[in-house]
T-cell receptor, first 109, second 116 residues
Framework: LAKTTQPISMDSYEGQEVNITCSHN???????ITWYQQFPSQGPRFIIQ???TKVTNEVASLFIPADRKSSTLSLPRVSLSDTAVYYC??????????FGAGTTVTVRA | DAGVIQSPRHEVTEMGQEVTLRCKPI?????LFWYRQTMMRGLELLIY????????DSGMPEDRFSAKMPNASFSTLKIQPSEPRDSAVYFC??????????????FGPGTRLTVL
């Protein structure tokens, strides 16, 4: 399993952009980068996935540099409801993923 | 679709008792996962089924834990006998397994287990 490193916590304010960088220096050729979000007392929820370059959906953007040794999840204009734990996962198949400790993002008014 | 359904949502039992957690995956999904989440260890994969067959159970902590998937719409995770250290939130997730790559997992609401 590729090891991932992400900040333990981040604070932000409503309306700001939040960028969470995940380091995965030993990512393998067949590995994908996937991000999940988890609210308190709920199961994780898929946010976005990418292999290289940039991916954007209605919720977030994922930036992956050419060497793929890191990735950045970007949450535009966060609101209080974006307060959650965000997990960066790297792997080549569904059952070869590790959720790790995640990044607790706290959005304040 | 109702999403992944888990029951019970909360379970309180005494040490030594048998506990059975249940999961109904999303219809049409062919992969099912059981996870355990604690403050100390985070979210851990216990077992993974594909087309009702256990593919990887390396995360099952010990012989007290067992999981079955008798059909595509039902799975159980059993702990016998239960111990206080089994207290955790247990999540079931399902996905559609494609030919390759990583697929989006849909998680259930979880079962909060407390073993006294």
């Amino acid at each position: 399993l590729a090891k991932t490193t992400q900040p333990i916590s981040m604070d932000s304010y409503e309306g700001q952009e939040v960028n969470i960088t995940c380091s995965h220096n030993n990512i393998a050729t067949n590995d994908y980068i996937t991000w999940y979000q988890q609210f308190p007392s709920q199961g994780p929820r898929f946010i976005i996935q990418g292999y290289k370059t940039k991916v954007t959906n209605e919720v977030a953007s994922l930036f992956i540099p050419a060497d793929r040794k890191s990735s950045t999840l970007s949450l535009p204009r966060v609101s209080l409801s974006d307060t959650a734990v965000y997990y960066c996962l790297v792997g080549e198949s569904d059952y070869k993923l590790s959720f790790g400790a995640g990044t607790t993002v706290t959005v304040r008014a | 679709d109702a999403g992944v359904i888990q029951s019970p949502r909360h379970e309180v039992t005494e040490m030594g008792q048998e506990v059975t957690l249940r999961c109904k995956p999303i219809s049409g999904h062919n992969s099912l996962f059981w996870y355990r989440q604690t403050m100390m260890r985070g979210l851990e994969l216990l077992i993974y089924f594909n087309n009702n067959v256990p593919i990887d159970d390396s995360g099952m902590p010990e012989d007290r834990f067992s999981a079955k998937m008798p059909n595509a719409s039902f799975s159980t995770l059993k702990i016998q006998p239960s111990e206080p250290r089994d207290s955790a939130v247990y999540f079931c997730a399902s996905s559609v397994q494609g030919t390759s790559g990583v697929n989006e997992q849909f998680f259930g609401p979880g079962t909060r287990l407390t073993v006294l």
